[in-house]
């Protein structure tokens, strides 16, 4: 490949990776992979067979797997002439050895990765309504996380592994032991720093990147979860969708514009999200991964505030 990615936002689910994507995208000297989840670096080579509900349609079928495909979506006038190619794939990261496989086999030149956490249990609750919000999630977040931990969801694809998702020490650590060889370094960025010290974190990455200082534009609500709005109505347009020539219309959409169409369908949800209990197996497994990703980030303290009152709601 002539060019390739120099830049992987490489995860995680439900941490602001899409918003952070197309906030960089207006820089003039930025492009990002259209789709925005390539999967390439996860899938190279695979025949995708996840069985989740709708796995077939929305990555079985989608994902990039072979090197021409990849390699085309680096010769478009856009990236031939950014400064910065981004692959935002989000599977980058929860894969790590297949992606650093398929970065070292690829990539002309070792990107730079950011990776953005999340408090794990807020991270795991919005992953759960935004499947709700796409009409794929049928159960509540407590019955949802006992499915994963008991092996119910076993072969569905990663953004249905609502506990596994949010343990980052697997995902981020071999990143930082590849950084300097396969990566060229990593910035590891806390999703309220995003969201709270917008300007800010904006500036810190483009500097991490060798962007010129930047007026970052406001992309407003990106990859929103929450409700279907207009209720019956709204349902009967989600289920028209997935419809297999509407799918392929959307499919074709570019991701700004699926952005728009999934924000007037699916509304912020009306107030908190429901306090269901969380089994305590998921708990201890996040307080655990929080101990060893402790040894390379500095642990946001909201984040064990935020697990440490969950446990005052634990089932089992």
């Known amino acids: 490949m002539a060019a390739g990615p120099n830049l992987l936002v490489a995860g995680v689910g439900r941490a602001g990776t899409s918003l952070l994507a197309q906030t960089l995208a207006t820089h003039p000297h930025v492009a990002v992979t259209e ?16 069985s989740g509900p709708e796995d077939d349609r929305l990555i079985n079928s989608r994902a990039l797997t072979t090197a021409d495909r990849y390699g085309e979506l680096f010769e478009t006038e856009a990236m031939t002439s950014a400064r910065v190619r981004i692959d935002a794939s989000i599977s980058t990261a929860f894969y790590p050895a297949e992606a650093l496989a398929s970065i070292e ?34 159960v509540d977040f407590s019955t949802a996380i006992d499915d994963e ?13 609502y506990v596994s998702m949010s343990c980052y020490a697997g995902q981020v650590m071999p990143f930082l032991a590849a950084a300097g060889d396969t990566i060229d370094d990593v910035l590891i960025i806390d999703f309220d720093e995003l969201t709270d010290r917008r300007t800010e974190t904006l500036d810190t990455i483009g500097r991490f990147v060798g962007l010129d200082r930047h007026d970052w534009h406001d992309v407003g609500a990106v990859n929103r979860s929450g409700r279907v709005r207009f209720g019956a109505v709204g349902k009967a347009a989600l289920r028209a969708s997935r419809a297999p020539v509407v799918a392929s219309a959307i499919d074709r959409l570019p991701t700004t514009a699926k952005q728009r169409l999934r924000n007037a369908v699916v509304g912020r949800p009306a107030g908190p999200p429901a306090a ?41």
């Open 276 to 316: 269901d209990a969380v089994p305590g197996e998921a708990v201890d497994r996040w307080v655990r991964d929080l101990e060893t990703l402790a040894t390379v980030w500095p642990i946001p303290a909201s984040w064990h505030a935020s697990l440490e009152a969950c446990r005052t709601e634990v089932v089992g």
């Open 149 to 161: 931990l008991t092996g119910r969801r076993s072969g569905w694809h990663h953004l249905w592994q």
């Open 35 to 50: 789709p925005k989840e390539t999967h390439y670096l996860a899938f190279r080579g695979r025949t995708l067979d996840f």
């Open 105 to 138: 086999a690829t990539c002309p030149v070792a990107p730079k990765v950011i990776i953005v956490l999340r408090d794990p249990l807020r991270r795991a609750r919005s992953a759960h309504r935004y499947q709700q919000g796409r009409g794929l999630e049928s």
